[in-house]
């Protein structure tokens, strides 16, 4: 089993900026990408960014592409999403996601394994 447990959420005015953090434990070996999602309210949850361990190659949606950036730390098994700029309509839960090694979409929840309780961002206007 994987845990993940997120951490760095809270409440931002608009331009400003938030780091989350992911904790990763357990039994990692396979894990091979990171992904971040967020759910607001009323919505399905949607993809943000993701990462894979090996390679450090990258992936974003369009709407936090140039704000938003997904970094690792393999020492220390964490996984971090900078997110700058932000905007009202970025408030969320914003959950970190593991998926293991495989041949589906990176943007896709439906392919990751684990999943964190999430961290609440609300960004004010």
């Known amino acids: 089993q994987v845990r993940l447990v997120e951490s760095g959420g809270g409440l931002v005015q608009a331009g400003g900026s938030l780091r989350l953090s992911c904790a990763v434990s357990?039994?990692?070996?396979?894990?091979?990408?990171m992904g971040w999602f967020r759910q607001a309210p009323g919505k399905e949850r949607e993809f943000v960014a993701a990462?894979?361990?090996?390679?450090?190659?990258?992936f974003y949606a369009d709407s936090v592409k140039g704000r938003f950036t997904i970094s690792r730390d393999n020492a220390k098994n964490t996984v971090y999403l900078q997110m700058d700029s932000l905007k009202p309509e970025d408030t969320a839960v914003y959950y970190c996601?593991?998926?293991?090694?495989?041949?589906?979409?990176?943007?896709?929840?439906?392919?990751?394994?684990?999943w964190g309780q999430g961290t609440q961002v609300t960004v004010s206007s």
């Open positions: 996601a593991a998926r293991r090694l495989g041949v589906g979409s990176y943007y896709s929840r439906a392919e990751y394994d684990y």
């Open positions: 990462i894979r361990w090996s390679v450090g190659m990258t």
């Open positions: 357990g039994r990692t070996f396979g894990t091979d990408t």
